[in-house]
Protein backbone atom coordinates (compact mmCIF):
# COMPACT_ATOMS: atom_id res chain seq x y z
CA UNK A 1 0.00 0.00 0.00
CA UNK A 2 3.16 2.32 0.72
CA UNK A 3 4.46 1.62 -2.54
CA UNK A 4 1.11 2.58 -4.13
CA UNK A 5 0.96 5.86 -2.34
CA UNK A 6 4.17 6.95 -3.33
CA UNK A 7 3.40 6.07 -6.86
CA UNK A 8 0.32 7.97 -6.99
CA UNK A 9 2.40 11.02 -5.12
CA UNK A 10 4.94 10.64 -8.10
CA UNK A 11 3.09 10.78 -11.26
CA UNK A 12 -0.16 12.06 -11.09
CA UNK A 13 0.46 14.74 -8.45
CA UNK A 14 4.20 15.15 -9.51
CA UNK A 15 5.23 14.77 -5.93
CA UNK A 16 8.91 14.54 -7.72
CA UNK A 17 8.91 18.20 -8.33
CA UNK A 18 7.61 19.03 -4.56
CA UNK A 19 11.31 17.40 -3.92
CA UNK A 20 13.67 19.18 -6.45
CA UNK A 21 11.92 22.14 -5.06
CA UNK A 22 12.98 21.63 -1.53
CA UNK A 23 15.56 20.13 -2.22
CA UNK A 24 17.11 23.37 -4.49
CA UNK A 25 15.74 25.75 -2.05
CA UNK A 26 17.97 23.66 1.00
CA UNK A 27 20.67 23.74 -1.42
CA UNK A 28 20.69 27.82 -1.36
CA UNK A 29 20.48 28.09 2.30
CA UNK A 30 23.40 25.85 2.65
CA UNK A 31 25.67 27.78 0.13
CA UNK A 32 25.25 30.59 2.39
CA UNK A 33 26.49 28.83 5.06
CA UNK A 34 24.42 30.96 7.64
CA UNK A 35 21.60 29.04 6.95
CA UNK A 36 23.39 25.73 6.58
CA UNK A 37 21.01 24.63 9.50
CA UNK A 38 17.81 25.66 7.48
CA UNK A 39 19.14 24.20 4.52
CA UNK A 40 20.14 20.43 5.59
CA UNK A 41 16.42 20.13 7.26
CA UNK A 42 14.95 21.15 4.07
CA UNK A 43 17.48 18.72 2.54
CA UNK A 44 15.98 16.20 4.79
CA UNK A 45 12.72 17.07 4.09
CA UNK A 46 12.97 16.49 0.42
CA UNK A 47 14.52 13.30 1.19
CA UNK A 48 11.08 12.62 2.79
CA UNK A 49 9.16 14.21 0.16
CA UNK A 50 10.51 11.49 -2.36
CA UNK A 51 8.90 8.41 -0.28
CA UNK A 52 6.58 10.52 1.89
CA UNK A 53 4.59 6.95 2.73
CA UNK A 54 7.46 5.18 3.38
CA UNK A 55 9.32 7.84 5.72
CA UNK A 56 8.85 9.91 8.53
CA UNK A 57 10.44 13.13 9.97
CA UNK A 58 11.15 12.97 13.17
CA UNK A 59 13.35 15.60 15.35
CA UNK A 60 16.97 14.01 16.04
CA UNK A 61 16.44 15.73 19.93
CA UNK A 62 14.01 12.00 19.51
CA UNK A 63 16.99 9.96 18.10
CA UNK A 64 19.09 10.93 21.24
CA UNK A 65 21.54 12.67 18.71
CA UNK A 66 24.01 14.53 20.55
CA UNK A 67 25.21 18.01 18.90
CA UNK A 68 27.31 20.76 19.48
CA UNK A 69 25.73 23.56 21.91
CA UNK A 70 27.31 26.50 19.91
CA UNK A 71 25.45 24.76 16.25
CA UNK A 72 21.72 24.41 18.62
CA UNK A 73 22.20 28.08 19.52
CA UNK A 74 23.06 29.08 15.78
CA UNK A 75 20.09 26.85 14.82
CA UNK A 76 17.80 29.03 17.42
CA UNK A 77 19.01 32.11 15.84
CA UNK A 78 18.72 31.07 12.33
CA UNK A 79 15.47 30.07 13.13
CA UNK A 80 14.48 33.47 14.20
CA UNK A 81 15.42 34.74 10.66
CA UNK A 82 14.35 32.16 9.17
CA UNK A 83 10.00 32.54 10.19
CA UNK A 84 9.27 34.43 7.47
CA UNK A 85 10.11 32.00 4.49
CA UNK A 86 9.24 29.28 6.64
CA UNK A 87 5.77 31.44 6.95
CA UNK A 88 5.78 31.84 3.23
CA UNK A 89 6.38 28.55 2.48
CA UNK A 90 3.90 27.19 4.86
CA UNK A 91 1.35 29.53 3.08
CA UNK A 92 2.27 27.54 -0.24
CA UNK A 93 1.77 24.74 1.02
CA UNK A 94 -1.67 25.13 2.41
CA UNK A 95 -2.94 26.04 -0.70
CA UNK A 96 -1.34 22.76 -2.10
CA UNK A 97 -3.01 20.83 0.05
CA UNK A 98 -6.30 22.44 -0.34
CA UNK A 99 -6.48 21.96 -3.83
CA UNK A 100 -5.64 18.60 -3.15
CA UNK A 101 -8.32 18.07 -0.73
CA UNK A 102 -11.24 19.12 -3.76
CA UNK A 103 -10.56 15.59 -5.60
CA UNK A 104 -11.03 12.03 -3.71
CA UNK A 105 -7.94 11.03 -5.16
CA UNK A 106 -5.53 13.83 -3.74
CA UNK A 107 -6.94 13.72 0.17
CA UNK A 108 -4.11 11.02 0.56
CA UNK A 109 -1.35 13.18 -0.60
CA UNK A 110 -2.53 16.22 0.69
CA UNK A 111 -2.42 14.27 4.33
CA UNK A 112 1.42 13.47 3.87
CA UNK A 113 1.66 17.42 2.78
CA UNK A 114 -0.02 18.29 6.38
CA UNK A 115 2.14 16.03 8.10
CA UNK A 116 5.18 17.81 6.65
CA UNK A 117 3.56 21.62 7.52
CA UNK A 118 5.97 21.72 11.05
CA UNK A 119 9.23 20.61 8.85
CA UNK A 120 8.45 23.84 6.79
CA UNK A 121 7.81 26.00 9.91
CA UNK A 122 11.06 24.25 11.87
CA UNK A 123 13.40 22.34 9.44
CA UNK A 124 16.12 22.64 12.49
CA UNK A 125 17.35 19.10 13.39
CA UNK A 126 14.90 17.38 11.80
CA UNK A 127 16.16 13.96 10.00
CA UNK A 128 14.23 11.82 7.24
CA UNK A 129 13.72 8.07 8.50
CA UNK A 130 12.15 4.89 7.63
CA UNK A 131 8.47 4.32 9.11
CA UNK A 132 9.20 1.86 11.46
CA UNK A 133 12.26 3.87 12.67
CA UNK A 134 9.55 6.99 12.88
CA UNK A 135 6.56 4.75 14.42
CA UNK A 136 9.04 2.97 17.33
CA UNK A 137 9.99 6.65 17.89
CA UNK A 138 6.26 7.57 18.62
CA UNK A 139 5.98 4.26 20.56
CA UNK A 140 8.74 5.08 22.89
CA UNK A 141 7.58 8.71 23.25
CA UNK A 142 3.54 7.35 24.01
CA UNK A 143 5.08 4.93 26.22
CA UNK A 144 7.28 7.92 28.58
CA UNK A 145 4.09 10.22 28.72
CA UNK A 146 2.32 6.85 29.99
CA UNK A 147 5.02 6.48 32.37
CA UNK A 148 4.86 10.11 33.57
CA UNK A 149 1.23 10.31 34.13
CA UNK A 150 1.11 7.15 36.09
CA UNK A 151 4.06 8.42 37.96
CA UNK A 152 2.01 11.07 39.65
Partial sequence: ???LGNILWHVPFLG?????????????FVITVIGAPIGLGL???SKFLLTPFSSGMINKKDLNAEQNQ???TFGII???????????LAVVTVFQIAGL??????????LVLAKSLSTFFNPVNKTCVSKAVADEVASRKAKAEVDRAFAK
Avoid: K
Wanted: zero cysteines; aromatic letters at 16%.
Fill in 1 to 3: MRT
Fill in 43 to 45: IQL
Fill in 70 to 72: AWQ
Fill in 16 to 28: FLNALGTFLIGGL
Fill in 78 to 88: VRILYFPFGLL
Fill in 101 to 110: FVTIVGIPVA
